[in-house]
């Protein structure tokens, strides 16, 4: 038992210690992301003294680009399945080594989350009244409890996973089954699942009548499988390319496929909306018109929402057409579509809630500076986890960082990258 | 595709690996402070939350014991920032009671006296504004708040061809609010009073995004109450100073109609369009306005949200 | 230059913007990054909650100068002063009484101040059917025609209101017709409007009424 704890304070402490070694570009880009964190972190401060006046919200637009980012990355947390499930369900192979990225990449989405619900909420110092037993969490009634639990309960999933895997790759041992298969299924299901709580948490409202439509929870799936491995597309090309690890072009290829038809149904329920709110006419379609035509002479929304619609017909021509086998295309299709979902879900969908509000008053929405910064900070942050996380696992799927060369000197971080290894995840 | 490697490095010598190991020392001081540094506004926060204030426990789990103390804390708070010592209360809501207000929208002239009153008597912030009333300019002929007319100021009021309609919260008796807060801080009492404890508030506006009637209200900075304006007359659940970052709405002055007075914006209507009481009462005015007029309208109805506040007219 | 020494660069580099960053934090740690506008406190008189009107019954209560209801310091008793009305058959209200503006009912049409005032005692007044009601009976008077509203002010549901709605915790307190119609014109007159609303950063948001929402 000991032993085991001393082995694995060895491993932590060695993980630790390559993410702060590397060669210079290492430094200069966690450098960069540090410098951004922290310009967020001290907005973060003068919005704890002075409450959310600092930001661009107010009683009539009360959630602003804090929510839209949430709402925006908790699908790509959701997304980190779409590697999972040909892994698991169809045993795909080229994709399997991949697998433990996509699943890194949803804790950091997870923990971007996380920060910007804390950053929206009034009294961050009572976020232990969420917690059962010593709390108060109105379960099941709230939607937004929950999201705290599928949330939390989705982060402990794949920190467990990952963790597992790597430690076992580590140990050079085979991982037992039963420590993670049924962890990847609750994980598939689960993904799901925080996707829909979340496109639930708007659905629910009976006097928001631009989110109280069956069809957001669906266009929320289609979105986040398009915008999540695009994601992890792009990811993974970094990834090749700085590390040598070795990621096949029919992986890549394969995720294509999966960018290729969310992306037609998003767009194809995209259009089932606006049909529904503007063939119709009733009065209940009015943040519609806000949103795309503008309303009594507001319209700040407007040009965001045709660059967004724009970009993810661009990005589905190129999709659909054969020239996306070729990386470089599918890497403009795969930017156009994160940029057009982010603003699309985002403050496409967020901001035109509130406006006009139930009393019919028209208040529009411009974040403030320092909002601006706290969001950029958490991005920064998030991204500085998910370096950080790749730092360590590269090299222990490598083998590089391996029980077998425990006192062996250091990786120093600018020697020469070894040649690409083939050397896959044990199964 | 694999790019070309670059070619390995000179050996590195000793001396250039300690001063490598000195520079990752530097730079990870520098993010240090930095770290320290970023967090310096947090100088500035006062009061933010005193310990017992953050240990405090959730309303209905308070001992009569806990409460005497919450109002002993309440009330020195109070006198330390306004020099005013206030009378604070935890009124109980009353058997056999339940509230309902009506609004004569035949008599209302949209002068905006209840707003004001309402903000005198629950202590609401001046700067920036906090307002449970909202009152509608529409145009005649249409109940559709869209067209309504929210800033309107007149030397002359009521104005031709315009009925006035005020809106605050409707104490529904299936209230949305409530449902969506998820820690419980707002809930519906006996007598139909939607509260809020405010020192159970996490500020996460949703039940401000759930509530149909825009009547929730959110401190999004330390409130302003001038001294000279501060009502004393205080109860828990009611109009005692809220802090940053709380949510607060009306709760039917609290504070005045559970000691068996009227709300402050009926006193101060001066044409008697509001009327407040006891439905449980055959014969309070209420009672005797739901008996005897004829239209009668909850504001959105079909949200199925039945509110206890009636707007009717009565020619 | 070598990998090792480009890195060390970049070490240094880095150290020099942390450092340099936490002294940008301190110097503008007490900056407010909001600008807040001065919203001026609302007039006292948005606040008031007097009545509009001091009756008859009022003045009684208080003690005060009842001079303006002592009829006959001018008038003779027994000879009810004649009504004198001009060529659109208007009430010309003599300048004694130069304070009253005719204009209860609409066009003009209540234009007998017997209709109300007891020509045979102007100390009291009458209503419809000849009953004299005294100057502290006003709502007898008014619902003699106005039955409805008599019946709502009875109940409560008409007419301004304030004290306990519970009255076995105290009394309500309910104001009388003329507290706020005047009798003679009894239309409420129109006011100014209190201030509008502010909203937290812009305008406080309006819709300009329009013909059609679709």
Request: glycine residues 8%; neutral net charge.
């Amino acid at each position: 038992m000991i032993t085991a704890a001393r082995n694995y304070m060895i491993f932590i402490r060695r993980c630790t210690r390559i993410a702060f070694v590397g060669d210079w570009r290492y430094y200069a880009w966690m450098g960069l992301l540090t410098v951004i964190s922290l310009l967020g972190l001290n907005a973060y401060a003068k919005q704890l003294v002075h409450g959310l006046i600092v930001t661009g919200m107010s009683d009539e637009v009360s959630w602003g680009v804090y929510i839209a980012n949430f709402t925006f990355l908790v699908g790509v947390a959701a997304a980190a399945v779409m590697m999972v499930i040909p892994v698991y369900i169809y045993d795909n192979e080229e994709l399997h080594d991949l697998v433990i990225f996509g699943e890194l990449l949803a804790v950091a989405a997870i923990i971007m989350c996380l920060a910007f619900v804390t950053v929206d909420l009034g009294r961050p110092d009572r976020f232990w009244h969420l917690i059962p037993g010593i709390g108060q969490l109105n379960f099941p009634r709230s939607m937004l409890s929950w999201d705290v639990i599928v949330l939390n309960g989705y982060l402990l999933l794949n920190v467990h996973i990952c963790g597992y895997l790597l430690y076992c790759r580590y140990q050079n041992k085979k991982p037992g089954k039963w420590f993670y298969i049924p962890f990847v299924f609750t994980a598939i299901i689960w993904a799901v699942s925080i996707h829909t709580v979340t496109a639930f948490l708007y659905v629910g409202l009976g006097g928001r009548p631009f989110w109280n439509a069956s069809i957001v929870g669906p266009r929320f799936l289609a979105s986040a499988f398009t915008a999540g491995p695009a994601i992890i597309i792009l990811a993974l090309q970094i990834i090749r390319h700085y590390t040598h690890y070795r990621i096949t072009d029919k992986a890549l290829l394969t995720l294509r496929s999966i960018v290729q038809v969310s992306m037609i149904i998003n767009v194809f329920l995209l259009v089932c909306e606006v049909f529904k709110e503007f063939y119709s006419g009733t009065t209940h379609g009015v943040s519609a018109r806000y949103l795309f035509v503008g309303l009594h002479g507001h319209h700040a929304l407007v040009p965001w929402i045709w660059t967004a619609i724009t970009l993810n017909l661009v990005a589905m021509v190129i999709l659909v057409l054969p020239v996306s086998r070729s990386l470089r295309w599918l890497d403009v299709a795969c930017v156009l579509s994160i940029v057009g979902i982010w603003i699309e879900k985002g403050m496409g969908l967020v901001i035109p809630g509130f406006i006009p509000t139930p009393l019919g008053a028209i208040v529009e929405y411009v974040p403030s500076l320092n909002e601006t910064l706290v969001c950029l900070g958490i991005w920064a942050f998030g991204l500085l986890c998910y370096t950080i996380f790749l730092r360590m696992s590269v090299p222990i799927l490598q083998g590089r960082i391996a029980k077998s060369n425990e006192g062996q000197p250091e990786i120093q971080g600018d020697e020469p990258e070894t040649a690409p290894v083939a050397d896959p995840l044990p199964h | 595709m694999t790019p070309t490697l670059p070619p390995p490095d000179d050996k590195t010598s000793d001396a250039s690996m300690s001063r490598r190991n000195f520079l990752r020392g530097a730079a990870a001081f520098g993010g240090l402070t930095a770290l320290a540094a970023s967090l310096a506004p947090l100088r500035q926060l006062e009061d933010f939350s005193s310990s017992e204030e953050f240990l405090q426990k959730y309303y209905k789990e308070l001992t009569p014991d806990d409460m005497t103390k919450v109002i002993s804390r309440i009330e020195r708070e109070v006198q330390k920032e306004y020099g005013i010592r206030p009378h604070v209360r935890d009124l109980k809501p009353m058997d056999g009671v339940e509230f309902v207000y009506c609004l004569n929208l035949t008599r209302c002239i949209g002068c905006r006296k209840c707003v004001h009153a309402c903000v005198n008597e629950n202590n609401q912030s001046r700067n920036p504004e906090i307002q449970y009333i909202r009152v509608l300019k529409m145009p005649h002929g249409s109940m559709d708040v869209e067209k309504g007319d929210h800033t309107y100021e007149a030397k002359s009021v009521p104005e031709k061809g315009f009925f006035y309609m005020p809106v605050q919260c409707q104490q529904c008796q299936n209230p949305p609010c409530v449902k969506v807060c998820p820690v419980n801080a707002t809930w519906q009492e006996k007598d139909g009073i939607t509260v809020i404890d405010y020192d159970w508030c996490i500020g996460c506006r949703y039940c401000e995004a759930a509530c149909p009637y825009w009547a929730r209200r959110f401190n999004f900075t330390k409130p302003e109450i001038p001294k000279e304006r501060l009502n004393p007359n205080m109860a828990y659940l009611g109009n005692r100073p809220r802090k940053q970052g709380v949510m607060e709405k009306c709760h039917f002055c609290i504070q005045r109609t559970r000691a068996g007075k009227y709300p402050a914006c009926l006193e101060v209507c001066p044409v008697g369009a509001r009327k407040f009481g006891n439905i449980l009462d055959p014969e309070s005015e209420v009672s005797y306005i739901m008996r005897e007029k004829r239209v009668f309208i909850q504001l959105k109805e079909e949200m199925g949200t039945s509110p206890r506040f009636f707007y009717y007219f009565d020619k | 230059m070598s990998k090792n020494t480009v890195t060390q660069y970049w070490l240094g580099a880095l150290t020099v913007v942390f450092l340099g960053l936490g002294g940008f934090f301190i110097v503008t740690s007490a900056a407010h990054p909001a600008t807040g506008k001065k919203i001026p406190l609302v007039d006292v008189k948005f606040l008031d909650r007097t009545a509009s009107r001091r009756t008859y019954a009022d003045l009684v209560k208080a003690g005060e100068d009842l001079s303006d209801y002592d009829c006959y310091g001018c008038h003779e008793k027994g000879k009810p002063p004649p009504i004198r009305y001009d060529a659109d058959h208007k009430i010309i209200v003599p300048k004694e009484h130069s304070d009253v503006v005719m204009g209860h009912g609409s066009h003009d049409r209540n234009n007998l101040c017997y209709n109300c005032h007891n020509e045979q005692n102007l100390l009291t007044l009458q209503v419809r059917d000849g009953h004299e009601v005294g100057f502290d009976n006003i709502p007898q008077l008014c619902g003699s025609c106005h039955g409805p509203n008599l019946r709502d002010w009875e109940a409560g549901a008409h007419g301004r209101t304030s004290g306990y709605w519970n009255h076995s915790l105290g009394a309500a307190d309910r104001l009388s017709c003329a507290n706020c119609h005047n009798p003679h014109a009894p239309r409420i007159p129109t006011r100014e409007s209190a201030p509008a609303p502010h909203s937290l950063h812009g305008p406080a948001g309006t819709t300009t009424p329009h013909e059609s929402t679709h």
